[in-house]
T-cell receptor, first 111, second 111 residues
Framework: GQQLNQSPQSMFIQEGEDVSMNCTSS?????WLWYKQDPGEGPVLLIA?????ELTSNGRLTAQFGITRKDSFLNISASIPSDVGIYFC???????????FGKGTLLTVNP | DVKVTQSSRYLVKRTGEKVFLECVQD?????MFWYRQDPGLGLRLIYF???????EKGDIPEGYSVSREKKERFSLILESASTNQTSMYLC??????????FGPGTRLTVT
């Protein structure tokens, strides 16, 4: 089946720094989604991208749908302690109902 | 806001017991999903349902069954719980296959 390669697996940063993470795939997706999961909670949808090249922001978060439709990027600007958590990318192909998830990026922010 | 609720946050069961996990969504979504989440393995789809009484197997359906008698409710059943089913179980609902909205999760321990 399809696989998403998400990197980095983990990041340790100082409060105020910017963060970048990405997902790549060998398959083309029609939709890219980014989720955040706090410890012990379910993932929360942050951003959804529907068109190749699309750049979408949600507060300090910005995500892009890669031109090749095989990758996506998430940037967090001016990180704060509550940004701590696991960030997942997910891709959707219109041929079925399923999402393909990356393994996640664990973000730690040092105050 | 979309609200997905799960019947329990924490559950402890004995090997061989029949276990019911319930999920309810209040947004009239057609599609509902059950995942399990394990460290290092990410989110894995167990079953999904695209309509009342309709279901399809996900990537790891063995040892599980599901029931969807009403649109808002999707139940996951472990017919005879085993220790290797100790995991975090996440329910999600979606108006379409993408933009899935997750519940808070049930952490199940089978002893």
């Amino acid at each position: 089946g399809q696989q998403l390669n998400q990197s980095p697996q983990s990041m340790f940063i100082q409060e105020g720094e910017d963060v970048s993470m990405n997902c790549t795939s060998s398959s083309i997706f029609n939709t890219w989604l980014w989720y955040k999961q706090d410890p012990g909670e379910g993932p929360v949808l942050l951003i959804a991208l529907y068109k190749a090249g699309e750049l979408t922001s949600n507060g300090r978060l910005t995500a892009q749908f890669g031109i090749t439709r095989k990758d996506s990027f998430l940037n967090i600007s001016a990180s704060i302690p509550s940004d701590v958590g696991i960030y997942f990318c997910a891709g959707h192909m219109s041929s079925n109902y399923k999402l393909t998830f990356g393994k996640g990026t664990l973000l730690t922010v040092n105050p | 806001d979309v609200k997905v609720t799960q019947s329990s946050r924490y559950l402890v069961k004995r090997t061989g017991e029949k276990v019911f996990l319930e999920c309810v969504q209040d947004m009239d979504h057609e599609n509902m999903f059950w995942y399990r989440q394990d460290p290092g393995l990410g989110l894995r789809l167990i079953y999904f349902s695209y309509d009342v009484k309709m279901k399809e197997k996900g990537d790891i359906p063995e040892g599980y069954s599901v029931s969807r008698e009403k649109k808002e409710r999707f139940s996951l059943i472990l017919e005879s719980a085993s220790t290797n089913q100790t995991s975090m179980y996440l329910c999600a609902s979606a108006p379409r296959g993408y933009e899935q909205y997750f519940g808070p999760g049930t952490r199940l321990t089978v002893t």
